[in-house]
């Protein structure tokens, strides 16, 4: 595809090697159940990359360990998770290629991060990673990604046939099937792609040139 008017792009796992920084600090936050519950708490989180941590934490403190949390518990659990992880998402590598691609693009097509970290943070990580210059904006939660893609087209004019969504997880890419979007899956060497059969993938972003 080329000339674009715009790439989305997921960033944990697409643009910055953070994937294992969350299931570590996920991980961190239920390491003290049994480890057959613990099993099925990090089942789940794999199984939905992409998605808003709090929607995760509720989710499992409701379906695994039978228990509702009220907004101050899951507040302090949030604020638990973003502290174990911020500053190592900050300092972690890129995805190979991904440099690359944010300073070759950033004058060609506009190029908006769209991601399931909340909105604050990942504004404040995109800033400590010296980023802002290549990007045209930053997105978070709790806003799913679809609403994010759909309030940006329409912001900027965009036609979906001229953009690509790069992502990791199946949020990634049901944003962008929502959104008419074309989807480009980038699977590490090694891990199971997520991506329903037929999807393209890459290993990592070395290459990928829409000019």
């Given at each position: ?32 159940q049994p ?20 929607v ?11 228990k ?38 950033h ?11 909340p ?64 989807f ?28």
């Amino acid at each position: 595809m080329k000339h674009v008017q715009a790439l989305f792009l997921d960033f944990d796992g697409v643009l910055v090697e953070s994937v294992e920084i969350k299931s570590k600090a996920f991980k961190a936050i239920y390491a003290d159940q049994p480890a057959d519950v613990l099993a099925h708490i990090m089942a789940y989180h794999g199984a939905h990359d992409g998605i808003s941590r709090v929607v995760k934490l509720r989710h499992c403190h409701e379906h695994f360990l039978g228990k509702r949390l009220n907004q101050d518990e899951l507040d302090a659990l949030t604020l638990r998770y973003a502290q174990l992880v911020e500053d190592a998402v900050v300092d972690a590598p890129w995805v190979l290629g991904a440099l690359e691609l944010l300073q070759s693009h950033h004058k060609i097509c506009k190029l908006f991060v769209v991601s399931g970290t909340p909105d604050d943070e990942i504004k404040r990580i995109a800033q400590r990673r010296a980023m802002m210059g290549w990007l045209t904006s930053v997105h978070g939660s709790p806003t799913s990604k679809t609403d994010i893609v759909r309030a940006l087209a329409a912001t900027h004019g965009l036609n979906p046939n001229d953009c690509v969504f790069i992502g990791d997880a199946m949020a990634d890419w049901t944003a962008a099937h929502e959104t008419g979007i074309a989807f480009i899956g980038r699977v590490a060497t090694n891990r199971p792609s997520p991506f329903p059969q037929g999807t393209h993938t890459v290993p990592d972003l070395r290459g990928l040139t829409f000019v």
